[in-house]
């Protein structure tokens, strides 16, 4: 059993690693985010998508090395259901893990909230963007009079001057 625990202790830093792992990662792209860099942004977005295949191949050996631990649950085991089943002195060495691993996935949840929030501003600011440079660039008068579209309004005016 003690070997379980060791294994499990190990999943449990692998995981803590991988998600401060996507924490950096997503400061790096608030970042880019920022400085309009999109292919730093692109870059970013590909390894923490490579990360997040990782972290769920650890998971799920966490998921299967608490289910081997604990005895049958009905519930979905959380980890506060594994942390409260433990002995005091497995516990112990558990808690500080599980609260690095919450509080690192709450912080996670924040910056991806942010890095969402400050895309849809610089989308919304190129767009407006573009969108005032549309109409900056229609002209006042149309380019040509008439029917006769391959007359052009320079030509009109100059046939009337000679």
């Known amino acids: 059993m003690e070997n379980k625990f060791q294994d499990l202790e190990k999943v449990f830093q692998d995981e803590v690693s991988m998600y401060q792992n996507l924490l950096i990662l997503e ?3 608030k970042e880019a985010i920022l400085r309009s860099d999109a ?3 692109e870059s970013f977005t590909k390894k923490s998508s490579e990360y997040m295949s990782i972290l769920q191949g650890i998971e799920q050996k966490r998921i299967k090395l608490v289910e ?3 005895p049958k649950q009905e ?3 959380t ?3 594994f942390l409260n089943s433990l002995e005091k002195t497995v516990q112990a ?3 500080p893990l599980a609260e690095k691993l919450k509080s ?3 912080e996670l949840k924040e910056k991806i909230i942010i890095n969402e929030n400050l895309l849809k501003s610089k989308l919304e600011i190129f767009s407006m963007s ?4 549309k109409n900056a660039a229609e002209p006042i008068h149309p380019d040509t009079y008439g029917d006769n579209k391959s007359k052009s309004r320079t030509n009109i005016m100059l046939n009337k001057v000679v």
């Open 75 to 77: 519930e979905k085991i």
């Open 68 to 70: 081997t631990v604990l």
């Open 104 to 106: 690192t996935v709450q």
């Open 27 to 29: 400061t790096s792209k």
């Open 39 to 41: 292919k730093n942004l």
């Open 93 to 95: 060495k558990f808690k």
């Open 79 to 81: 980890i506060s259901i």
């Open 130 to 133: 573009i969108e005032a440079l």
